[in-house]
């Protein structure tokens, strides 16, 4: 199952994030190459993290997400969107599901 996975920054006025970006940027390496996070993108407006996870299901993602040192440490947290695939085509060849 496709997730989307946007982060959301916890309201902590003057949080230091620096201690934490290498060990972040390690876990995200790890779930990469263990093919469960396919794509990792930053919002161009807020800096913050926009993930695409390939998991079992909505739990799995959120176990995978809490274990990244930030969200550990309080940080961060994310909204979770599970994906299905567009059924819209099927309009064009009059193929609907009801």
């Not at 934490?20 to 779930?31: C, G, H």
């Not at 794509?39 to 909505?58: G, M, Q, R, S």
């Not at 040192?69 to 060849?93: E, M, Q």
Request: net charge negative.
């Amino acid at each position: 199952m496709k997730i989307l996975a946007l982060e959301r920054e916890i309201s902590q006025q003057s949080a230091d994030y620096q201690p934490y970006l290498k060990a972040e940027a390690a876990s995200v390496w790890e779930l990469y190459q263990a093919g469960l996070l396919r794509e990792i993108y930053f919002h161009a407006n807020e800096h913050t993290a926009v993930i695409l996870l390939e998991c079992d299901d909505e739990a799995t993602a959120r176990e995978l997400l809490d274990s990244l040192p930030l969200v550990k440490a309080g940080l961060i947290t994310f909204d979770i969107i599970p994906l299905v695939p567009y059924s819209g085509f099927a309009r064009l060849f009059g193929t609907e599901k009801p």
